[in-house]
């Protein structure tokens, strides 16, 4: 099956062409998308969203909805689910929307599935451009998937969702070690005891 046969896809907003300027009487305010938004254990990255006023209301098909999959369509290609606390975000050019609409397929498992090496192998064969990398919605649509019973992908999203806690914690762990050692050295010759 088709990503195109169980989602509608879209490519985000040309901000440029909305974007307001001074002498605009009426601005409208967004929270903005940004390629760096993108974490690669497919969630969304707040702290890298961008503000951006449009000198008009930006029509709700440019907006994130819960359980949007946002694609980035330049390198690396990554995608992120929408979760309940970020609707309403502005979504630019270089991203392609994926809204499914069927109910055989959990977002959250095309999420990760989307981030696989499977994936990325076979967008590797799409990517155009020579000094920057990008897909076309178009590939995205075609994009062959096989899909496990909606039971199974609920089964692999929990383990996928426990593995990625796990690593997140272990991520935390080294980040105090370090920062744990380097006060000890740093302790030791403030002490004096390396001379």
């Given at each position: 099956m088709k990503l195109k046969d169980i989602s509608n896809l879209r490519t985000g907003l040309v901000t440029?062409?909305?974007?307001?300027?001074?002498?605009?009487?009426?601005?409208?305010d967004y929270k903005a998308v940004t390629l760096k938004s993108f974490n690669r254990n497919g969630c969304l990255s707040v702290k890298h969203l961008d503000n951006f006023t449009s000198k008009e209301k930006i029509n709700k098909n440019y907006l994130t909805q819960y359980n949007d999959i946002l694609v980035r369509l330049r390198e690396p290609n990554i995608a992120v689910l929408i979760d309940e606390d970020n609707t309403d975000l502005l979504i630019p050019s270089l991203v392609a929307t994926i809204r499914v609409n069927s109910d055989s397929v959990d977002s959250k498992f095309l999420t990760y599935y989307l981030n696989s090496q499977v994936v990325?192998?076979?967008l590797n064969s799409f990517i155009t451009g020579t000094a920057i990398n990008m897909i076309k919605t178009k590939e995205l649509e075609d994009l062959e998937i096989k899909f496990p019973s909606l039971e199974e992908q609920k089964k692999i999203v929990e383990f996928l969702d426990l593995a990625n806690k796990e690593i997140d914690l272990l991520d935390e762990l080294k980040n105090q070690k370090e920062k744990y050692y380097l006060e000890v050295f740093n302790n030791i010759l403030e002490d004096g005891a390396i001379k």
């Open positions: 440029a062409r909305k974007k307001a300027s001074v002498v605009d009487k009426e601005t409208f990325k192998r076979a």
